[in-house]
């Protein structure tokens, strides 16, 4: 391919709206260009690469039996309601009807689609396992578009789905997927940790992400060096130091504290408490839908006065509640301040669980067996010491609730937890029978006994990995793309095409390479030599081989290899050998990665 013919529209500087790293170097080494809010066009350099990445996928999926579909995007209403997901995924989800009225929506992933055809087309034991992928658009209102390809409202997923007659055929399949994703991420040249992680929406007993560390990371993720323990904020847990409360005080006392709000007014007040000996009082409303009927409960979140809760560990310790007689919970919201009136006769500040019966109350587990706690008395004004969790309030549920923070305890080992930004790169999840029981999708078992299947979904980010690998691998000139996913290995550069010999030159070694089938692009172009080197470094390709008319008199040219910015002076006539051999050998420590 030769560059003058070639769509590469660079940008020397920097695009004003362009925030992380990834997105000004997509803007400026005219990868992509944005059509709206969260929408993208994949620009030729992009696209080769997104093919480069979705092959691998592809390469190791079929290794571990994949077969793949294709999917439509637009999907009938009726699916997603027959799995009960329809209120569920709320506005996040593009919706439309057809011109006969008829409900539809863009998929933002394939659980149902695929159901459907194994509850209409799998009949028995004999038939699984069967493990199924494709690599399709998805759709999500996402309502903070940013970062580039990070947050978008179209993007595109590989997810396969595995199906199997029993949790060991699952815990297998798991494993596989596991294993095959390792392989994808180390051979696009992703640096990833693999953390436990909440399940969200999609539902199931267990879940993995993997994470890239980087500052354009949306997610915290703690993670233990010492024994390589990780986990998404969302999941992790952490050891604390345990509190000395002394011996068990008298009774309940309420004491005034005027103009007491927060935690730490009444660490300052004159009678007050350290923030590790208050109870902290939060009020939720939790919304479920049963069909068309919805509900709304209240609930009382209580955690220590110094650790802050975790929004996602609290919605799963809520529905577990909730999800009962066939409710599903939909949200979970801080309640509102007249509903908070109206409940507790107080106004937050004030707020206790001493003597609350009427709602749900859900402890954190670092409240258990404490006493002499302070916390409020449902009057405003007026806060309540002496008070012992056990004895005093009346704890419905004990729950992890609150987030882990840097530099606390490893619940694994002695070590230290780390807490850092990171990219979501690829998840996946033990559905368990969520969508195969609310579907129908069954099939007879060796006793001949009608079970549900048990699955398993996996989804990888494709243009994620693109923009991981960008924040991952670049400096100060621009690009440095891994081979195994860079839109071409090799780039040659006549420095002067105006010189017969550089230009002869030029077209030999390109030629050469393009028969040996080396992925090469060919910087034709009438431009000055720092133009050229500047466009090469700022796209990033792996390597570069420069033809200059001085070096050219001897018989030279300079092989450049972009990651470790070195270069050398090679013969000419040897150009092409040292090229292949260079290549190769940088493919295979990716391809071999582990």
Known sequence: ?????????????????????SHKLLLRAGLVRQMGAGIYTYLPLAQRSVLKISEIIRQEMNAIGGQEFFFPALHPAELWQASGRWSVMGPNMFRLKDRKGGDYCLGMTHEEAFTDIARNHLRSYKQLPQVWYQIQTKFRDEPRPKS?????????????????????????????????????????????????????????????????YTDAGEDLVASCPKCRYAANTEKAQARIPAVDDGEVAGAVEKFPTPGVRTIDDLVNFADGAAANKQIKTLIYVSVAAKGDNAKNTLFLALLRGDHQVNDAKLANAIAKIVNKDGWEQTAVRPAHPEEIF???????????????????????????????????????????????????????????????????????????????????????????????????ASVLNAEGKEVPIVMGSYGIGVERILAAAIELHHDDAGIVFPITIAPFQIVVSPLNVKDADVKATGDRIYDELASAGVDVLYDDRDERAGVKLNDADLVGFPFQIRIGPKKLKEGKVEFYDRATKTSEEVAADQAVAIARQRIQAALQTLNDAK
């Not at 798991?174 to 990833?192: E, H, N, P, T």
């Not at 940790?193 to 007993?205: C, E, K, L, T």
């Open 1 to 21: 391919m030769r560059w003058s013919n070639y769509f590469i529209p660079t940008l020397r500087e920097d695009p004003s709206d362009a925030e992380v790293v």
């Open 148 to 212: 580039g390809l990070l947050r978008v409202r179209q993007f595109t997923m590989k997810d396969a789905y595995t199906f199997d007659i029993d949790q060991a055929g699952l815990d297998k399949a798991f494993d596989d997927q596991r294993a095959a994703y390792c392989k994808v991420y180390s051979r696009c040249g992703l640096d990833f940790v693999i953390v436990d992680a909440d399940s969200g929406s999609m539902g199931g007993s267990a879940s993995n992400e993997f994470m890239v």
């Open 342 to 440: 109206e409940l507790m006769g107080a106004h937050a500040g004030s707020l206790g669980a001493v003597g609350v019966t009427k709602v749900p109350v859900i402890a954190d587990e670092a409240l258990r067996g404490r006493q002499n706690m302070t916390t409020g008395a449902n009057e405003d004004d007026h806060h309540l010491r002496n008070v012992s969790i056990e004895r005093d309030i009346k704890v419905t549920t004990w729950a992890d609730l609150r987030t882990v923070v840097e530099g606390e305890g490893c619940p694994k080992c002695d070590g230290v937890l780390r807490v850092a930004k990171a990219l979501e790169v690829g998840h996946i999840f033990k559905l368990g029978t969520k969508y195969s029981v609310s579907m129908g």
